[in-house]
Nanobody, 126 residues
Framework: QVSLVESGGGSVQAGGSLRLSCAAS????????MGWFRQTIGKEREGVAA???????HYAGSVKGRFTISRDNAKNTLYLKMNSLKPEDTAMYYC????????????????????WGQGTQVTVSS
C-alpha cells in the first residue's frame, strides 16, 4: 500500500522560504514518477513541479526560478524548496506519485497521478 505523507507547511511573510517534504512508502514505480501540486478553495488542483522519467525537472511557469523539486532516494523522500514566496502561492500543497510513464507535457496534470498525500497548508501573508 502506497503512503505519501507531506510536512513542512506553515505561515510565512512574502519573500520568505519554506521546504516541504514528502515521505513515501510502499511506492515501487520510480522515484522520478513524483510531483508536487497545489489547490486553493474553489480552484482546480494545479501542477507545481514534477520529475519526468529521465529524472529531469519541470515547473509551472508561475514558480519557475523560485521553487526547486528534489529527492533523496535513500530516504524515499521528495522535497519542494520554495523561495521568494508570494501571497498567491497560498494553497494546500500535495505530493503525488504515478504508476506509469507519461509524456513530459502531461507531467503537471493531476489526472495522471494515482497516489496522493493528505496535503500540507502553505499560507503567505503580504
Amino acid at each position: 500500500q502506497v503512503s505519501l505523507v507531506e510536512s513542512g507547511g506553515g505561515s510565512v511573510q512574502a519573500g520568505g522560504s519554506l521546504r516541504l517534504s514528502c515521505a513515501a512508502s510502499g511506492y515501487t514505480y520510480s522515484s522520478t514518477g513524483m510531483g508536487w501540486f497545489r489547490q486553493t478553495i474553489g480552484k482546480e488542483r494545479e501542477g507545481v513541479a514534477a520529475f519526468d522519467d529521465g529524472g529531469n525537472t519541470h515547473y509551472a511557469g508561475s514558480v519557475k526560478g523560485r521553487f526547486t523539486i528534489s529527492r533523496d532516494n535513500a530516504k524515499n523522500t521528495l522535497y519542494l524548496k520554495m523561495n521568494s514566496l508570494k501571497p498567491e502561492d497560498t494553497a494546500m500543497y500535495y505530493c503525488a506519485a504515478r504508476s506509469r510513464p507519461i509524456g513530459w507535457s502531461l507531467l503537471l496534470s493531476p489526472i495522471y497521478y494515482n497516489y496522493w498525500g493528505q496535503g500540507t497548508q502553505v499560507t503567505v501573508s503580504s
